[in-house]
């Protein structure tokens, strides 16, 4: 059991225990000893819903990366690929199946095609002769995974560059297997709406899986009463702003990969007397991040700039706590304070964990550099200068700051005047191209293809009225006890989580002028329910909203929905990013 | 077959027997039986057998294969096992002529043997007892041995012989009293008003045999044919259950059920007259089957309906058999056959029109496979059989309507190898889905490929992009580089992107450049930017290669001023970078010139700079270089507020407490102002 994922208004646990069985089944199918070769890729996600524990007991004595040539010497009687379909990795597999057939032992081979079985890719191996090796070939539909309370994940890095930038919808249909997978799950969700194209698609692939499935006709009470799927690209300003959540900086400044951080080990060195500095570790700190731990529960959604009161008040409690022990003048309550010694150790813990992230986060936040980078993001987004060149980005790009965080700020920049003039284009362009090198004219041109970056067309720039008409803009923000949405980026108010709020108050009948200036179709669609399973709402209950980003979703993004799904009092949205 | 010693012609009899799962010949001639395999032949004795045989006349194996029997010349009957190798038993019938048939009947309950012989007119059960039965046959007749007993043809009348199960005999046997007989007394004589009703329910309880009797009733009414005696004994039941707690009650509804589904079947229409054992053995799968394949839809889907049978299992298969038999009648139209198999199937779960299409397909009907397909909502079911039947392009758009990319790709390599390339082209054009799909397939695998598919499209822009990375990526020489660049930039210009031809033409011109300095001035230049060309002249001490690159390229002068300052400041060459700050006036100001110096930790430069920083940079130029007070003096001057707080916020306390007092007092003047 993951306790944190059945903190919320949805037991995930469901899912996760789902999905583990799944895999427990497959691996018993496979009777013996057993090593398995991982596709990297797959090694990240795979740690979120199985320990090597639970591997063990079902007899995988080995794991390996997959790797050409020939496969590191095992003994044991299976051999199971756990891979993506990729044709590229197809050819390594034959690779190591071939080398292992001549040496010796025959073994079975195995192949677990995560998350969907491909024709293609079974006939490449027929076409490499290796097909007839694989006892087991099958699929492992591991599409949505569990990571809180109240987010799933795809974890499909590369989504919205296959969506937007290669117009590939694999990640799409995968998308659509998963939602129907939570359908089985937790009921088939009565509305769904959407915003954008590849929302549209995914919309109506599940309205075609729906037809496909009947006969299995779902009889569990919904638990989600709305579904919400928003393209990525009809707000690409989101994602471009540095987000200013203490869960935001820790991804802006060391990424968060699959739930973890790798973070510099110097400032967690165990302080210990007398060891001078002596041997400090080298290798990263690695930490994962979730609510399963109270403290980051806490802070994680705030602005950066409320939790360090946060921390210096938990440093009091805690360290009170252990003066307790000083009152402690019975047997009986030492004990008891004994008893709670493991639960406040852990809290220390965290604390000192957490003190040291904000400190080097601060490091970074109150450089000054930092700050007039925030300052040309806040006055673009409030839609100051958009439509000339900026000095700040001259400067950055004539320093040869790092390209992503020029790029970003061009981009911003381009999204908030509706595209940048032409000549402001060109010469930015020229610019990245002299200081970055030539070759970066692909970089330029793949952003321009997926509308990051592009010139005005049309001559009229719509931001304003987006921005006006949706509050994006908002002066007054409370960071330490917000009232809005906008504290996540200090100001800016993002415009997902914006579009997801009108949605549920009033209805997004009211902005359908902004709905036609984004881009895409938005659309609303019912599946109809069985008089059984329809819900009558109790008064005061809230709706579920199950908000899904195609293309990925930011931290504070999370952050502000969280925000107003608490301001809703229990009207918990869940969100799931890819 | 090996050869028979002594056989001139047809053997008098002869059988197939089976031993240790193999089957061999059992044949007669004359007084000699011989065993044949495939290789060898050998001649066997049953043993025990009665002297005096000169030839074999009948022979029979029982329906189990297990037992044999043997009917000679002289009217004796010999049986034993098929192995030959035991007697069972043996009889004298004392009937010389030949008879017609000779089976084995079975006994499920005794296990007993019997053997049945058939002459013309009469019929002759016999087996271990020392007396035979014999009836008397009205008409000629056929025997067929059957699971549980034998069954006899003739023209007008079908009969069958079987041993009387258990229950029924208890019940029926004169003067029974069994539990089961006195039950079904006690019910009548309820019917009928009448007290003995009681009385024999009583006796049945003191003995405390209710259950058993009403489990015999059950039972009886399985064996029964005739529906009045099934529903006689079935009532008996149901009224001794009525003195019953706890009988459960499924082994009396699960008999309503099969009498009902049997006495379906048994009707002449239908006419499968199967015991209720038969029933049994066989299981309602089979007997659905049996009545699909005689095309008896209906019945099999009523029996389906009132066994409430899973639809997959059920009512699904048998309207999918129906279908698949609909498709063969050639002379109904495509349109029609269609039509009614979707007016009856609608989206009955389970039902796999791709299946049926299939065998639609198998008939030579490919129309009408097509059609039926349209009917088939699983994409992963439709589209290969839409490709085995060569409808490409039609498995193509279903595949795109599915969304399931995999499913894409399959179709597309079909294509690929089944059209000629421009055909497979122009296909891919209408599909924008595709299309995009196989770029993506051809950039991992066919590169040259992908290149023709943007010719074909006039796609210059990627024409463009493509010649790019291939300059990076294939090209070797810097000529073929240079090459691979003049044709992106061609295409750019054919693309109208007038601003990537002419960065592209710089870059050529960037690289001839770079590679004419590595030759001069050794060291790396190839493939750096150009502003790090610039960068790297500078720090070689060639500024004016490099001044005239910068003017050659165009670089704007703010950018450069922070080159040469980032480069000089680097080199850590004050005097240079002296004498550049005076070379005009600085388009970036002189506070870069104070912050790279102090980054380099000369403070002593940075304060020369420091004086020429403009008033609006003057106090972090002064703070930078650590001059708090005049820092504050500036902020004064100024009147403003954030720089008061800033320099504030640099003072330390015991070295700058004048300073920081005097900036209190300052604020606390413009306070009151």
Known sequence: MATHLSYGRVNLNVLREAVRRELREFLDKCAGSKAIVWDEYLTGPFGLIAQYSLLKEHEVEKMFTLKGSRLPAADVKNIIFVVRPRLELMDIISENVL??????????????????????????????GVLGSFIHREEYSLDLIPFDGDLLSMESEGAFKECYLESDQTSLYHAAKGLMTLQALY??????????????????????????????????????????????????????ATQLTYEGLIDEIYGIQNSYVKLPPEKFAPKKQGDGGKDLPTEAKKLQLNSAEELYAEIRDKNFNAVGSVLSKKAKVISAAFEERHNAKTVGEIKQFVSQLPHMQAARGSLANHTSIAELIKDVTTSEDFFDKLTVEQEFMSGIDTDKVNSYIEDCIAQKHPLIKVLRLVCLQSVCNSGLKQKVLDYYKREILQTYGYEHILTLHNLEKTGLLKPQTGGRNTYPTIRKTLRLWMDDVNEQNPTDISYVYSGYAPLSVRLAQLLSRPGWRSIEEVLRILPGPHFEERQPLPTGLQKKRQPGENRVTLIFFLGGVTFAEIAALRFLSQLEDGGRSKETYR | MPEVPGLQSAPSCWTTVCQDRVAHILLAVGPDLYLLDHAACSAVIPPGLAPGVSSFLQMAVSFTYRHLALFTDTGYIWMGTASLKEKLCEFNCNIRAPPKQMVWCSRPRSKERAVVVGWERRLMVVGDAPEGIQFVLDEDSYLVPELDGVRIFSRSTHEFLHEVPVASEEIFKIASMAPGALLLEAQKEYEKESQKADEY??????????????????????????????????????FGKCFLDRFPPDSFVRMCQDLRVLNAIRDYHIGIPLTYSQYKQLTIQVLLDRLVLRRLYPLAIQIC????????????????????YKVQQKDVSDEDVARAINQKLGDTPGVSYS?????????????????LLEYEPRSGEQVPLLLKMKRSKLALSKAIESGDTDLVFTVLLHLKNELNRGDFFMTLRNQPMALSLYRQFCKHQELETLKDL??????????????????????ERIEGRVAALQTAADAFYKAKNEFAAKATEDQ??????????????????????LHDTVTTLILSGQNKRAEQLARDFRIPDKRLWWLKLTALADLEDWEELEKFSKSKKSPIGYLPFVEICMKQHNKYEAKKYASRVGPEQKVKALLLVGDVAQAADV???????????????????????????????????????
């Open chain 1, 99 to 128: 080398s292992e057939d001549r040496r010796g032992p025959a073994r079975d081979f195995h192949i677990l095609f995560v998350p969907r079985r491909s024709l293609l890719c079974e006939q490449r191996l027929k076409d490499l």
């Open chain 1, 187 to 240: 009921g088939t969700i009565p509305q769904i709406f959407g915003k954008g194209e590849c929302a549209r698609q995914v919309a109506n692939m599940m309205i075609r899986m729906k037809r496909e499935f009947t006969g299995s006709q779902n009889s569990i009470f919904p638990v989600f009463d709305n579904l919400l799927l928003l393209d990525r690209n009809v707000d690409l300003l989101t994602p471009l």
């Open chain 2, 201 to 238: 329910l009583r006796e049945i309880q003191e003995l405390g045999q209710l259950p058993q009797a009403v489990q015999q009733c059950i039972e009886a009414a399985g064996h029964e044919h005739w529906p009045d005696m099934q529903k006689s004994l079935l009532r008996a039941a149901s």
């Open chain 2, 305 to 324: 309906e009132y066994l409430r049978l899973p639809e997959v299992q059920g009512v699904s298969r048998i309207l999918a058999h129906w279908a698949c």
């Open chain 2, 355 to 371: 299946d049926i299409a299939a065998r639609a397909y198998g008939c030579g009907r490919t129309e009408l496979a097509i059609k």
């Open chain 2, 454 to 475: 943007y010719n074909q499209d006039d796609n210059h822009q990627e024409l463009g992009s493509f010649h790019i990375r291939a300059s990076y990526a294939a090209e």
């Open chain 2, 508 to 529: 050529m011109r960037l690289l001839r450049l770079q590679r004419r300095l590595e030759d001069e001035l050794g060291g790396r230049f190839l493939d750096l930017s």
């Open chain 2, 635 to 673: 902020a004064i001057e100024h009147r403003s507020e954030a720089e008061m707080s800033l320099v504030l916020s640099h003072c330390t306390g015991a070295t700058d407490g004048a300073t920081a007092d005097k900036i209190q007092r300052a604020r606390a003047q413009a306070q009151k102002k």
